[in-house]
């Protein structure tokens, strides 16, 4: 009788799929894992003489402390800390000193230093255990300072900046009464999500997912990502976004969501905003998840069958921060706790934290207790790239950074753009109230798209007029919009590529058919529980699991959850789709029942079953240990679930 129930069974399947093995001690990998050696955090040291030995203290004191002495706020509020580590004298070095072969002192040395670590761009590194990751870091960080933008990319930037600002003037003027959320203050974020979409290519990624909170989104969809503007403007005038016969409640303005082609020089790239809820950085996890289901779909990354393949080929999820929600809510902290677990790594995240100093009336030193927003991010050994906001040329290299960073060591990197809030919270809330301090400073200042336009005219490479002409054809376009909602018909984009095929639900279904065939399920049922020869499998679990599992496929009767699971779960593999189970224990199950992974006794190695039922079988079932987390494993699971119907 068991030979029948295994007669299905292709023995070489089983041999041959022994690369969907996975152990979290020895290494080997399984399906939806590639694990990676570690890293060396050796330091050397050796044959430096004590003088070199106390230059390159002074020099590590600026790659770690020089963030404190940055000029990083553009409001001028923040006190720039006393850091001794940065004195010279504390390492025994006289400023007059001259430094052996070089024609400089160490005066000269120690400015050059507080140049480069202590400008309108600074960075924290030296958190991060890996010696090969803090020497990279430095010398690309070094560089990048040195480093000078083209003069037609500037152009670029500038010009995109001053449409965003003119975008948020247009609605201030045509929608007064409407929260928009605006970008004013931190137009420089724009900068940031160029350098992304441009710059994506070059590094072969094909997919690009955006997380991103309410601020400056609108501008971000209309400017940058192609969203059809009358249909903004319907929603602003109060309008449904659903055309006749397509059911839906709506949304919020600032939940507003695209995904569109970005085409460039530097090549093609698909770009998916995913919709937002208020609860703020709630759509993080989702988004990872999302970038995660994205891979599996193009069967890049841990999913890919090709030798060489990297986790985060091909795809990059960027996640967008307020300062305040990013230091408060705990499904931060949660997510990026995931970042480098197994079954749940995207090859690393650019973060940006649009960093207004203040959250909704609450400042800094009383929204957080730590010196920036990002530190909770040194936890994880991530890298942080501090920039000032009106220095939108600085964050151009520090995204640039960012990029060249995930996409050597495929970790998550942060961008904390220090910035301002040109309005309150909304455009109908008056900030003075509470902030006086600070929006005496923010009155005062002119915008950063006019003051970095007002030095490229400086330079000779734009002139007042063409300025102008650029704004009064960029109002004159939206005005057209404008005039054109009321004649508009909504549309809707739902329903497509993966999801093409489907349909609204009914109100109800009365007539299905899921049957299997018995036949199938018993062979599944054997398929369930068979293991390599020289597997060493627990002898409990032999007795328990799978001979008993046997007997009841036999008789056919007594068949318990794990079992009707097993089969259920065969079945749907055999039929092309793919199957993910997460949760802490759901390799063994909570009441020591399911079993779906199987350890072996003397090699910890890890053998899924499900996976290898028969050798043309093409859906997978990814076996998901995961850490003790609720809102973020949620939100990952939903994330990769709305990525592809048949998962």
């Not at 004195?87 to 000269?108: I, R």
């Not at 006749?244 to 090549?267: I, K, M, N, R, W």
């Amino acid at each position: 009788m068991l030979g029948r129930l295994y007669k299905r069974h292709d023995s070489k399947a089983v041999l041959n799929a022994l690369r969907f093995r996975r152990s979290y001690h020895a290494g080997v990998g399984v399906f939806g894992h590639l694990p990676e050696p570690p890293k060396s955090t050796f330091e050397p040291t050796a044959g430096m003489s004590p003088e070199q030995a106390q230059r390159i203290h002074l020099i590590n004191a600026y790659r770690r402390y020089g963030y404190l002495r940055a000029d990083l706020d553009p409001l001028g509020l923040a006190k720039r800390k006393e850091v001794p580590e940065l004195d010279p004298a504390v390492y025994g070095l006289a400023a007059e000193d001259d430094l052996p072969g070089k024609s400089l002192t160490l005066n000269d040395l120690n400015a050059q230093l507080a140049n480069i670590y202590c400008g309108p761009i600074a960075c924290e590194f030296m958190h991060i255990n890996s010696w090969e990751e803090r020497q990279w870091f430095a010398s690309a960080f070094e560089d990048s300072v040195a480093s000078e933008l083209q003069n037609g990319d500037r152009k670029k930037l500038a010009e995109l900046m001053l449409r965003c600002e003119n975008f948020d003037h247009f609605l201030a003027l045509k929608f007064p009464t409407v929260k928009r959320y605006g970008s004013e203050g931190a137009e420089a974020m724009y900068g940031f999500f160029s350098e992304i979409f441009h710059g994506a290519p070059e590094k072969g990624i094909q997919q690009v997912v955006v997380a991103i909170a309410h601020r400056g989104r609108l501008n971000l969809l209309a400017e940058m990502m192609e969203f059809p503007l009358t249909q903004m403007f319907r929603k602003m005038r109060g309008k449904t976004e659903f055309p006749p016969g397509v059911q839906g409640s709506g949304d919020v303005l600032s939940h507003l969501t695209s995904s569109f082609d970005h085409a460039s020089a530097e090549g093609k790239v698909h770009v998916t905003m995913l919709p937002n809820p208020s609860h703020l950085e709630a759509v993080n996890p989702v988004a990872m998840g999302k970038a995660r289901g994205r891979s599996r779909s193009l069967s890049l990354g841990e999913y890919s069958e090709e030798r060489g393949a990297r986790v985060g080929d091909g795809v990059l999820c960027v996640q967008v921060h307020g300062d305040g929600a990013f230091t408060g809510q705990g499904v931060v902290w949660e997510s990026i706790a995931l970042s480098q677990a197994p079954h749940f790594r995207l090859g690393g995240s650019v973060h940006l934290v649009t960093n207004n100093q203040v959250a909704f009336t609450a400042e800094a030193h009383v929204g957080r207790s730590t010196t920036h927003t990002t530190d909770i991010a040194k936890a994880f050994e991530c890298p942080v790239i501090h920039v000032n906001g009106e220095n939108p040329e600085e964050v151009v290299k520090a995204t640039r950074l960012a990029m060249a960073y995930r996409e050597k060591f495929r970790k998550d990197v942060f961008v904390n753009l220090i910035c301002y809030r040109l309005r309150g919270h909304n455009e109908l809330d008056d900030p003075t109230f509470t902030n006086p301090r600070i929006y005496k400073q923010v009155q005062s200042r002119e915008s950063v798209p006019r003051m970095y336009a007002d030095e490229l005219i400086s330079e000779g490479l734009t002139t007042e007029e063409e300025i102008k002409k650029l704004k009064d054809e960029h109002t004159a376009k939206l005005m057209d919009v404008f005039k054109s909602v009321d004649k508009s018909e909504p549309s809707v984009k739902h329903l497509q590529g993966l999801w093409s095929g489907f349909k609204q639900a009914p109100p109800s279904v009365e007539r299905w058919d899921t049957g299997v065939d018995s036949d199938l399920l018993r062979f599944v049922g054997a398929a369930s529980v068979k293991t390599p020869d020289g597997f060493n499998l627990h002898s409990h679990l032999k007795k328990t699991h799978v001979e008993a599992r046997i007997n009841k496929l036999t008789q056919g009767e007594g068949l318990d959850w794990a079992t009707a699971e097993a089969l259920a779960f065969g079945s749907i593999l055999l039929d092309g789709q793919d199957v993910r189970i997460s949760g802490q224990d759901v390799g063994r199950g909570t009441f020591n029942h399911r079993h779906a992974m199987l350890v072996d006794q003397e090699g910890d190695n890890i053998f899924v079953p499900l996976n290898n039922i028969e050798a043309a079988q093409k859906g997978k079932i990814e076996v998901a240990n995961n850490l003790l987390s609720e809102e973020a494993i949620l939100g990952y699971e939903f994330g990769m679930s709305i990525e592809n119907p048949n998962r």
